[in-house]
């Protein structure tokens, strides 16, 4: 069960990430990339983690996002052939940000362990 729920995350992930790309027009959403997908047991909630490179406000491009649930759901029910496609709920990936904060105060670190030295 569990690699059934795995394949069809992430069938569920790159066809979001195509339907975003390529279908949707809304300029206020900029370049977005799914980075994860998680389906409920019984498929039928899907929780999408997104994140905005280079967005200034990615809470507001969240937002935009959000608004295109419907289109977004019902273009993934015409591409994936699964019983019932999931109700999407997309959600801001914060990893990259926490990972680039966590890099500079190691960086920091390691240049006052520096000074200390010398």
């Known amino acids: 069960m569990a690699d059934r729920t795995q394949r069809i995350q992430s069938i569920i992930g790159k066809n979001i990430s195509e ?5 949707l027009k809304n300029p206020r959403i900029g370049f977005c990339t799914v980075s994860e997908v998680w389906v409920s047991s019984d498929f039928s909630y899907a929780r999408v983690y997104v994140s905005f490179l280079g967005a200034k406000y990615p809470k507001q491009n969240l937002e935009e996002l959000n608004k295109t649930r419907g289109y977004v759901r019902s273009s993934l029910a015409k591409k994936i052939d699964i019983r019932k496609t999931p109700e999407i709920t997309f959600y801001l990936d914060e990893s990259f940000q926490k990972a680039e904060r966590l890099e500079e105060v190691l960086k920091k670190e390691k240049e006052q362990i520096d000074k200390m030295k010398r």
Do not use: G, K, L, T
Request: no cysteine; glycine share 0%.
């Open 19 to 23: 339907i975003i790309q390529f279908e």
